[in-house]
């Protein structure tokens, strides 16, 4: 079984409503059905020149024949340049940023400011960075509501770096932020 994160199309339709559902599904006909139309000259063309007869409901008469192949010719044309060109520039970035490190160091961020960050107390995101094992619980609207700690690191382990809030020996294993039940 496949992992999500091995998949690159994330299918979650059940997310959707039945309206986005359907409206998905009419577009996705509508896209398909456009691009069999754009392709019904080139196959009915290729369909004539197989079989000598017209099999498609688009007309191509063999006295177009140089006019048609004139044009594929310039659609094929059009796909190399673009195609090429979309080659090229990804070829000129690649160069351009190969070997060198582009992204500089960013600052270290503070317990206080990942606790205002996140929408919790210092103390409450303190406690669970001193867990060896620690649940985190949700809300419905993504934010935490609170943390147990199952497993708390041994005494003698470091603290995690800048400690900003001192924590008392009488801390709950489970701890629940103030407000939100």
């Known amino acids: 079984m496949k992992k ?3 998949v690159l199309i994330i299918r979650a339709a059940h997310n959707m409503s039945w309206l986005q559902r359907l409206l ?5 006909v509508l896209w398909w059905l456009l691009w069999v139309y ?46 090429g060109g979309l080659v090229l520039w990804s070829r000129i970035n690649y160069w351009r940023f190969s070997g060198e490190e582009q992204r500089g160091a960013i600052a270290n961020v503070t317990l206080l400011d990942m606790a205002a960050d996140l929408g919790l107390e210092p103390a409450l995101l303190q406690a669970g960075q001193a ?7 949700h809300n419905p609207e993504g934010g935490i509501h609170h ?13 995690p770096p800048e400690p900003v809030l001192t924590m008392s020996a009488s801390l709950p294993l489970s701890v629940a932020q103030p407000g939100k039940r």
Do not use: M, N
Not at 24 to 28: A, N
Not at 50 to 67: A, F, N
Not at 131 to 136: A, D, E, Q, S, T
Not at 148 to 159: K, V
């Open 38 to 83: 754009l392709w019904l000259p080139a196959l009915a063309f290729f369909c004539l020149l197989i079989w000598g007869e017209q099999l498609l409901p688009v007309t191509v008469r063999i006295d177009q024949l140089p006019g048609h192949l004139l044009a594929l010719g310039r659609y094929a044309l059009l796909v190399c340049l673009f195609g």
């Open 147 to 159: 943390l147990d700690i199952l497993q708390p690191l041994p005494a003698g382990t470091a603290t």
């Open 4 to 6: 999500l994160a091995d």
């Open 131 to 137: 867990g060896k094992v620690v649940v985190v619980h």
């Open 24 to 28: 998905s599904r009419l577009l996705t």
